[in-house]
Structures are given as structure tokens and as C-alpha cells.
């Protein structure tokens, strides 16, 4: 038990990182030690720096804990003359904060009922589930983006509305939704709590939604932004199917050149597509693999060169996977 508690504090050393939230837990612990210190006045500076980065970066669960902290403090200021405009002051930050999560929680629940919904019925197919999709689309909170009190809030506005046109037959103001999104998560990164996860799946849907309406220009600066994200950033812990959702992106992007006739400047990126293959061998799902060589034969076939188009149509009869 003492090892394996031992082990745990070490893997929370390791995989320590400088995300708002990790941050935020380091200076927690740090107020915690120099409080306990009777370090006063080192703790309350700490703590007001955790407050301010909380608030600025919408961390409200963290913020409600630092603003119970903070009335340790309040004895300080009790001779103070403004000491009621203090208390006033003090009580409003905690109700704001009190209305911001509340505020999430309810745009939370109407995602998780239209997100039922949808797996239970998929997209509407007769006017009663159109009116079980109206009926959550109709709640007060939907009505207008200004009822969505913070940047989260927001984000979970703009999921609830692309899945409720993309449900309804909708793909245009769908695809306007994940727009939207897309450039709320690149213009607020930090207060976005899934952080680069929730990017890259903000980017799968734009990527899905501009494939439907084919917008392919589009759609390949999406996938092409999804790879540079992916390569800039580690997030192999963050997106634990990240190679597999990096090879979905490149099979996309080769279809999308097969789909509208563009064989040759398919062709173009097909050398990248390789030498991606080759570094993560025996790594991707042989799936998604086969499908990316079946491509590049189909690619090849278009261009006329049959040679090569047959090279990597035998790599997939000669494969002696159960795929």
C-alpha cells in the first residue's frame, strides 16, 4: 500500500505540466504550506494570485475554493473602515462565480439530453423525433448566446445547436455552429477546460461538417490544421487515440483529392502519407492503415500510373491480417 501511494505522488510529479489547472493545484498546496506556517501574509499573496488567474482563465470550481480560502483573511480587514463594502464586495464575487457554474451545469445537461437523444435515434426520421429535438432546442437558455455566461457555457451553446441542425437535416447552420465553436476555442484556448482535446475535436467536426457541404478547400485547411496542432503539441496523453485520429485525418484528406478528380495533386502528399506509415508501423489500427494504402492505390489509378497503382493494391492482398 505504502509503494503503491508512493508510486501515485510520483506519477503526479512526472506527468506534472503548466496547464491553468496544474498550476492552479501547485499554488493551492503552496498556500496551504505557508498558511499552515502561520505565513500569512505569503499565503494571502499566493491566493490572490491563484484568484486572479482563475478568474481570468474561467476556472470557477477552483475560484469558489480559493474565494473559501480567502475568508481565512476576512479578521484582517475588520477594523477597516470600508470593512462593509469589503464584505458586500466579497459576497457578490462568490455569487457570480455561484451563477457561472450553475449557469454550465444547465447548458451541460441540455448536451447530455440532445447527446442521448441522438445516440438513441440518430438523426431525425419522422416529425416526433423533429419535436424531441425542438423540445430541448426550445429550452430559455437557448433562445439567445447571450444567455451563456462564460466562455464554456458558450462552447457548450454552439455543440448543442450543431447537433441539433446536423440531427434535424440542417448541415448548413450545423456547419455555421462548429465554425463558431472553432473560432471560440482558438480565441480563448486557455479558458477552454479540455484545452488542446477539445480543440482537436472542435476541428473534427468542422472538418465533418465542410466535407458534407463540399467545401473541400476548406476541409483540407481543417485536416491540415489538425496535423500541424497534433505535431506542435504532445498530445498522445491528451487524445489517447491520437494516431489513429491522425491517420483518419490523412485518409480523409486523400479521399477528398479521389472524390473530386484530383489525382495528381493527390499524389502530392502521398510521400508524406508514407514516411508517416513507416514511423509509426505496427502502431496504427490496421484498419484505418489499409484504408490509407487503398487510397493511395486509388490516387495512383487515377493518375494513369497503373504500375504503382498495383504496387499498393497487392500490399493489401498480401496482408495477412484479419482486416
Known amino acids: 500500500n505504502y509503494l503503491y501511494n508512493m508510486i501515485l505522488k510520483s506519477l503526479v510529479n512526472y506527468n506534472d505540466d503548466k496547464t491553468t489547472d496544474s498550476v492552479l493545484s501547485n499554488m493551492k498546496t503552496q498556500y496551504t504550506i505557508l498558511f499552515r506556517k502561520t505565513l500569512f501574509d505569503q499565503a494571502e499573496v499566493i491566493l490572490m494570485r491563484a484568484k486572479k488567474l482563475a478568474a481570468d482563465e474561467d476556472r470557477f470550481s477552483r475560484l469558489a475554493d480559493i474565494l473559501q480560502d480567502q475568508r481565512n483573511f476576512d479578521y484582517r480587514n475588520i477594523a477597516d473602515k470600508d470593512f462593509d463594502k469589503y464584505i458586500d464586495n466579497s459576497i457578490k464575487e462568490q455569487i457570480e462565480n455561484l451563477m457561472k457554474q450553475k449557469n454550465i451545469a444547465e447548458y451541460n445537461a441540455l448536451y447530455l439530453k440532445i447527446s442521448s437523444l441522438f445516440k438513441k435515434r440518430g438523426t431525425a426520421r419522422n416529425k416526433s423525433d423533429v419535436r424531441s429535438f425542438d423540445k430541448i432546442i426550445s429550452h430559455p437558455l437557448m433562445k439567445d448566446e447571450s444567455k451563456a455566461l462564460s466562455v464554456s457555457a ?10 441539433y441542425y446536423y440531427c434535424t437535416g440542417d448541415i448548413t447552420k450545423a456547419f455555421d455552429f462548429t465554425v463558431k465553436r472553432l473560432e471560440l476555442i482558438e480565441n480563448n484556448r486557455q479558458k477552454i477546460s479540455g484545452g488542446i482535446k477539445e480543440y482537436l475535436y472542435s476541428l473534427s467536426d468542422a472538418i465533418a461538417m465542410s466535407y458534407n457541404l463540399k ?16 505535431d506542435k503539441n504532445d498530445v498522445s496523453t491528451a487524445v489517447p487515440n491520437h494516431l489513429e485520429m491522425y491517420c483518419k485525418s490523412y485518409s480523409f484528406e486523400l479521399n477528398i483529392f479521389i472524390v473530386s478528380g484530383y489525382f495528381n495533386e493527390g499524389l502530392k502528399i502521398v510521400e508524406e502519407v508514407v514516411n508517416w506509415l513507416k514511423k509509426y508501423n505496427g502502431k496504427i489500427n490496421k484498419s484505418e492503415e489499409l484504408k490509407v494504402i487503398y487510397s493511395i492505390a486509388y490516387l495512383y489509378y487515377g493518375a494513369g500510373d497503373l504500375s504503382k497503382s498495383l504496387t499498393w493494391l497487392n500490399k ?3 496482408d495477412n491480417s484479419n482486416y
Open 316 to 318: 493489401i492482398l498480401n
Open 215 to 230: 467545401r473541400f478547400d476548406l476541409c483540407i485547411s481543417y485536416l491540415r490544421k489538425q496535423r500541424e496542432i497534433s
Open 154 to 163: 458558450m462552447n457548450l451553446f454552439c455543440i448543442i445547436n450543431y447537433l
